[in-house]
């Protein structure tokens, strides 16, 4: 069965540091990759996704990520981060042809001001 | 606007009491979820429907139930709430139309059992 790996459960950067949140799966073939993000009090709600082509896609509020196929690697990146991006992000999975999601435990980040 | 709907979004209930977890889309899509999370951990994929009067356990072990009479409706049901039942559950829909499996999510409904 897939799994879904997050090294890093809480992270703490101030305000302009770079951001890398790393993700690993455990199953190959064709996958569907997803970050997912839940700021405090709202809903999970869909970062950026991979399904083919280009393995570094961009997502909303100026996030990207990688993926690394030869190290089943999805990481999350961010240049410069702001406070405003403090939330629990969460990496997903799917293998092609399945309807469900497998989800990482989720990395908390804090952004001090 | 299309969107999901969760009620209540906080419960407090005593156990051994039958509750209903409501959750409702107006995103037209016919694939709904119900996933359980606890704190710190990932979501679990506890009930899944693929439309109408389709409806599938998840991959983690649930004493709720479900139903889906209406393409919109998906309300869980426990018949007897235990304090081990506590926890967050959220709810998710999907298009079929889409080749992938994007879920968008309700705002969760937080339940604690006494």
């Known amino acids: 069965a897939q799994s879904v790996s997050q090294h890093n459960h809480h992270v703490i950067l101030s305000e302009a540091a770079s951001l890398e949140l790393g993700c690993n799966y455990s199953?190959?073939?064709?996958?569907?990759l997803f970050w997912y993000v839940q700021y405090p009090g709202q809903h999970l709600q869909l970062l950026l996704k991979?399904?083919?082509?280009?393995?570094l896609v961009k997502g909303i509020k100026g996030f990207e990520a990688e993926f690394i196929k030869s190290k089943f690697s999805f990481n999350l990146r961010k240049p410069s981060v702001q406070w405003s991006d403090t939330a629990e992000y969460f990496c997903?999975?799917?293998?092609?042809?399945?309807?469900?999601?497998?989800f990482g435990t989720g990395t908390r980040l804090t952004i001090i001001p | 606007e299309a969107d999901i709907y969760q009620t209540p979004r906080y419960l407090v209930i005593g156990t051994g009491k039958k509750i209903t977890l409501e959750c409702s889309q107006t995103?037209?899509?016919?694939?709904m979820y119900w996933y359980q999370q606890d704190p710190g951990m990932e979501l679990h994929l506890i009930h899944y429907?693929?439309?109408?009067?389709?409806?599938e356990k998840g991959d983690l072990s649930s004493e709720s139930t479900v139903s889906r009479i209406r393409t919109e409706h998906f309300p869980l049901t426990l018949e007897s709430a235990r304090p081990s039942h506590t926890s967050q559950y959220l709810c998710?829909?999907?298009?079929?139309?889409?080749?992938?499996?994007?879920?968008?999510f309700g705002p969760g409904t937080r339940l604690t059992v006494l």
């Open positions: 998710a829909s999907s298009a079929t139309s889409r080749s992938y499996n994007e879920q968008f």
């Open positions: 199953y190959g073939g064709t996958v569907n």
């Open positions: 991979y399904f083919s082509g280009d393995p």
């Open positions: 997903a999975v799917v293998n092609f042809g399945n309807e469900k999601l497998t």
């Open positions: 995103m037209g899509h016919d694939k």
């Open positions: 429907s693929y439309g109408v009067n389709s409806t």
